[in-house]
């Protein structure tokens, strides 16, 4: 199977940056797209910004021109870099993948989360 290990998280004050990083391991032949999750304190789990194997990127409306997804496939990983954070950007993030197996079957992954803090 396939392990998501998520890092990068901590508290941070308004207006400060983050980069989360999420590297994936285990029975990997392929990975079609990797993405970032978040749930906030009492809400339900919410998405954040995906990045697909060919480069094309898409993000929530709440992220847009704050966060920026990237991905380094040599190492399997993706990255989201958070720019002027606010309280409302509190949450669990949690990095999901597409993964072709190399069985060469295909599921979905997810990491154990983050915890993002925004302080005023």
């Known amino acids: 199977q396939v392990q998501l290990v998520e890092s990068g998280g901590g508290l941070v004050q308004t207006g400060a940056s983050l980069r989360l990083s999420c590297a994936a391991s285990g029975s990997i032949f392929s990975i079609n797209a990797m993405g970032w999750y978040r749930q906030p304190p009492g809400k339900e789990r919410e998405f954040v910004a995906t990045?697909?194997?060919?480069?094309?990127?898409n993000y929530a409306d709440s992220v847009k021109g704050r966060f920026t997804i990237s991905r380094d496939t040599a190492k399997n990983t993706v990255y989201l870099q958070m720019n002027s954070l606010n309280r409302e950007d509190t949450a669990v993030y949690y990095c999901?993948?597409?993964?072709?197996?190399?069985?060469?079957?295909?599921?979905?992954?997810w990491g154990k989360g983050t915890l993002v803090t925004v302080s005023t």
């Open positions: 999901n993948a597409d993964v072709t197996l190399t069985s060469r079957s295909r599921t979905y992954f």
């Open positions: 990045i697909t194997s060919g480069g094309p990127t």
